[in-house]
């Protein structure tokens, strides 16, 4: 059964993706992107007051939450371009430091 999430931006609800349970939260974001031309690497999912992880499985999420029902809740926050390149080179380790 799938799960429907719903994601919120600060002006209210954006759009409904129909996610499966084995779906990462990566997985969800490359949904996302393409139901809103948000760029994955922008993206920041919060559930509550949680940023939720890209390696999060979407099932677990839901166990929980508690839901009992197929639908989860999750707000989206954009990062600036600027910095969701730099964390992500950083994540991949490119960034050389510069404290030498």
């Known amino acids: 059964m799938a799960l429907e999430v719903r994601i919120c931006g600060l002006a209210g ?26 760029p994955r690497r922008e993206q920041r999912l919060l559930q509550g007051q949680r940023e939720i992880g890209d390696a999060d499985m979407m099932g677990l999420l839901h166990l929980e939450a508690g839901y009992t029902g197929s639908r989860l809740d999750f707000s989206l926050v954009r990062r600036p371009p600027e910095q969701a390149l730099w964390l992500e080179k950083a994540e991949q380790g490119l960034i050389a430091s510069n404290a030498e």
């Open 13 to 38: 609800s954006e759009c409904l993706v129909k996610a499966e349970h084995v779906w990462t939260v990566r997985r969800l974001k490359i949904a996302v992107e393409h139901a809103l031309g948000v």
